[in-house]
């Protein structure tokens, strides 16, 4: 069970995040972390992520809003620049940040914004093709 959840972890993971940025990842993994990004594999990725329950979509804006509200800007960031593989829209994370506006308060989705505009703005200019807004 242990290895099916963590190769379904790891799939999901790179269809999330891209090949790019699992492999960075992986290299960067030393014996000292190791354990740790074995666990997110499996839980995040593998049960979490993997799950049929909601879309890749849906669980990108849940995950957006939830890491602007606890100001966690590193990985908020490359969850916006995530979106680009999971469907969410520049309009959703509009609307997961005025979520997070009233329910966490607006100093949080403010930085939130912030992020969310340079991470949109660095994932358009490495793009072919820009991400239009529905």
Known sequence: MRLDRYSQGMATRRVVLGDAHVDRASAQATPFDQPFQTLITESAWGTVWSSDR???RERSNVTIALLAALGQSEEMAMHVR?????????DDIREALMHV???AGVPAANHGFKIAKQALADRNASSPQKEQTT
């Not at 995530?82 to 520049?90: D, I, K, L, Q, S």
């Open 54 to 56: 909601w879309t890749k």
């Open 82 to 90: 995530a979106t680009a593989n999971t469907g969410a829209t520049e």
């Open 101 to 103: 506006a009233i329910y």
